[in-house]
């Protein structure tokens, strides 16, 4: 290791040939997990984009802990027990609650100002929440904490931003098959940079989807890439499809927070009638999984065209006031599309928002593979099981990014002088650019609208086959490509330097599809081999829970199979 002192901390400076650890991703849980690494590392922080651009500053609704006198970690872990439809690893769940209090009084000393009444934090309630135990900052609570968790990494002198940079393969010794760094686009480049450990922070991959709440940097490339090199993936049949998402033509489909529902709002149909009741008791309060699907058959039932139809959010139940102070920014983006909530209902229907399967982890977010590491929404620790509970995401970020205090960073004398950067490599000219991103554009309008139609909220074994064949049909029209061709048989450790002026766009929306194509087949796969319903999961040709399904899906090398989940009793009496 070299002196963090000496490494210039601000962003995209030279790139050096080594960093003692790699964290792959710049939302909450890359931005935390850096932060909890030793400051004595020599740390590298990849971002697709400019650091607050991610899901995590998307993330309206808040962050769930047990800390209210009539409530309790053993209260939060049952409830998340209970929207994991038999799926949670409880060991897991029983960590992250009991850790809550701890990650959030702990974000309270970095600076994030979550929202108070009469000088305590206020709770809300959301949807499958027994209490009131989700914190949050007006209804921009992720951009809350991304702000502060950016602003306190470039202050950080141990910590190298690298912006604008995208991650396309692990790098594996070939020996140990240990990881020792990645393959990384940056700079009109392909640099090979090794690391004592590598992190996989990169978030979700909703874009696979053709409605979807995530932004367009969601792309799956963790499990992507953490699938390609061999790691152990779990359960990516589970997505979770919010049921409230902004549905008008032109507008991009912004999520209207569960909160909203959680302070009174009503869904109704254009009846003006409160239909969810039809399908659950708990209406507007049962768990995500159940509300995007009543919303689903509901329209399906009741709208000539299903596929573009909405149902109505109605916020008069909660008083003006109220409104004001907790949604001001669903209030602006609703004022610019041309909808003011405070006289009109806000039209909505399911997008997928958030995906429970992932790399496989354990609680100190190891991975399959040695020196590889992977938290927040691209790893699968158990907590969320078939279907995650509202506010828990956030709050798995940094639970588990705090354990990246733990590290174990392979060679004392990894990193080179700060001097030594990465070299140029050879040349490659990057033949016919405007062909190759014509081809691209067409499979990244495709690929979606397919997995959508097969794979969305209602699934069937004939959809799900077919989509397979498609995808593994576009797979190959992308390899043949010449660009696919000479970056799939690249030299490990050999930098290539492409001749044109701009490569960095092309070269990032090559490594998406790549990415897309990968998820895709790994979610339809899943979906197809899990015959039965399960919390995210549904299945109009097996539309029930099979106890014989209680397991986990897991995918190990390229094949798929059934595991138990780990399981042991806890107290169920309330405190």
């Not at 500053?57 to 006198?69: K, R, T």
């Not at 700060?418 to 190759?436: A, F, H, I």
């Not at 979906?527 to 109009?540: D, I, L, P, T, V």
Request: proline content about 7%; overall charge negative; some cysteine.
């Amino acid at each position: 290791m070299v002196n963090p002192s000496d490494l210039n901390s601000e962003p995209n400076a030279a790139l050096p040939t080594a960093f003692d650890v790699l964290v792959v991703g710049a939302g909450a849980a890359g931005l935390y997990a850096a932060l909890c690494l030793p400051q004595s590392y020599r740390v590298g922080l990849i971002s697709k984009d400019s650091l607050p651009v991610s899901a995590s500053d998307w993330a309206q609704g808040g962050m769930a802990a047990a800390i209210a006198p009539d409530d309790s970690p053993l209260l939060h872990i049952q409830d998340t027990l209970r929207a994991g439809a038999g799926l949670c690893d409880i060991e897991a769940v029983r960590f992250l609650a009991e850790q809550a209090p701890g990650c959030v009084e702990d974000l309270i000393n970095l600076g994030v100002t979550f929202d108070r009444e009469n000088g305590k934090l206020a709770l809300t309630l959301e949807a499958a929440h027994s209490q009131r135990r989700v914190l949050h900052a007006a209804d921009t609570t992720g951009r809350a904490v991304v702000s502060v968790l950016s602003s306190c990494v470039l202050n950080r002198k141990n910590i190298q931003a690298i912006e604008n940079a995208f991650a396309v393969n692990l790098w594996l010794d070939p020996e140990t098959q240990r990881c020792q760094g990645v393959s990384l686009v940056y700079q009109n480049q392909l640099h090979w940079v090794r690391a004592g450990a590598v992190v996989l922070a990169t978030g979700g991959g909703g874009q696979v989807f053709a409605q979807t709440t995530n932004p367009s940097v969601s792309t799956g490339d963790g499990v992507a890439i953490a699938w390609r090199a061999g790691a152990v993936l779990r359960d990516l049949e589970f997505f979770q499809f919010h049921p409230t998402a902004l549905t008008k033509p032109g507008a991009p489909r912004f999520l209207i927070s569960e909160a909203v529902r959680g302070e009174g709002a009503h869904l109704v149909d254009s009846q003006g009638r409160r239909f969810v009741f039809d399908y659950h008791p708990a209406g507007e309060l049962a768990p995500r999984d159940v509300v995007s699907r009543s919303i689903f058959m509901h329209l399906k039932r009741t709208a000539a065209d299903p596929a573009d139809a909405h149902v109505w959010l109605d916020l008069q139940p909660i008083p003006p006031e109220r409104i004001r102070h907790r949604f001001p920014n669903i209030i602006q983006v609703c004022q610019h599309w041309g909808i003011d909530l405070f006289r009109q209902p806000i039209p909505v229907a399911p997008a997928a928002h958030y995906w429970m399967g992932g790399i496989q982890t354990d609680l100190k977010c190891r991975t399959s593979i040695p020196g590889l590491y992977a938290v927040g929404e691209t790893a699968n620790t158990g907590v969320h099981g078939a279907n995650r509970l509202a506010s828990n995401s956030l709050l798995e970020c940094i639970v588990f990014g705090a354990q990246l205090a733990d590290v174990e960073v392979f060679g004392d004398s990894l990193c080179p002088s700060p001097s030594e950067v990465s070299p140029p490599g050879v040349s490659y000219p990057l033949d016919k650019p405007r062909d190759t991103l014509a081809t691209i554009e067409a499979l990244r309008q495709s690929l979606p609208r397919l997995v959508w139609q097969s794979a969305g909220i209602v699934r069937g074994q004939r959809a799900l086959e077919e989509a397979i064949a498609r995808v593994n049909t576009w797979h190959a029209e992308f390899a043949a490509l010449p660009l696919s061709r000479y970056l799939f048989n690249a030299i490990p450790g050999e930098n290539i330097r492409f001749a044109l002026p701009d490569a960095n766009p092309l070269l990032q929306r090559w490594g998406e599809m790549h990415n897309l194509l990968n998820v895709a087949l790994l979610i339809l796969t899943s979906a197809a081999f899990r015959q039965e319903s399960r919390g995210g999961h549904y299945r109009e040709d097996y539309p029930q829970p099979d106890p014989t399904w209680q397991t986990h899906t897991m995918v190990r090398d390229r094949t798929w199979q059934r595991v138990p989940v780990r399981s042991t009793p806890i107290e169920t009496d309330s405190p």
